[in-house]
């Protein structure tokens, strides 16, 4: 189900994107997994979600990459509701969802009026990969790193994402449950 209307642009946002004073951590090891995952799709459209913890100050730190059951076709992919709470009800207290995570097919990585209605929590990050998951740059360069502020999933630029998420040490786990 594609509706023509998810590949017109968005319209703009009302007011300009505040940068946050939060980071997102994410360890390297993560991005591989990611990597891998999305890759793993091929040509389709793949949906994953980083989740972990998050400070008092709001910065969070990414410590499990899941793959939920899904649909996934070459221009769009879609999660049921029951197949998120299958890993969700499973995760350690205390880990919050901090990114949802997608791939687009080529390199225009903003958000569909598509992703605007399907992200399920507007305190995470959506980060969207070019390429199925081909990235060829070092992230978050070339990805599509957006967050929610006031009513507008807010498009980062390439300063802006750097200062947002940042790569790190660290180990992570990883669910495939495609
Ligand atoms: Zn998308």
Request: charged share 20%; net charge neutral.
């Amino acid at each position: 189900m594609i509706d023509a209307e998810d590949y017109l642009r968005r319209p703009p946002p009302a007011r300009p994107y505040e940068p946050a004073a939060q980071q997102l951590s994410v360890p390297a090891a993560a991005i591989g997994a990611t990597l891998r995952l999305l890759q793993g799709a091929q040509n389709r459209e793949c949906g994953l979600f980083w989740y972990g913890v998050r400070d008092h100050a709001g910065n969070g730190t990414v410590c499990h990459v899941a793959a939920p059951r899904q649909h996934m076709t070459w221009g769009n992919f879609h999660v049921a509701p029951e197949a998120l709470a299958e890993i969700v009800h499973r995760l350690p207290d205390g880990w919050k969802p901090l990114a949802q995570v997608h791939s687009h097919p080529g390199t225009r990585v903003e958000h569909s009026n598509y992703d605007d209605r399907m992200m399920s929590s507007r305190r995470s990050l959506s980060v969207v990969f070019p390429s199925y998951g081909r990235l060829n740059t070092a992230f978050p360069l070339g990805v599509g790193v957006h967050e929610w502020q006031v009513d507008y999933w807010h498009l980062l630029d390439d300063e802006q994402a750097r200062r947002r998420v940042r790569v790190v040490n660290g180990s992570v786990t990883i669910e495939d449950r495609r």
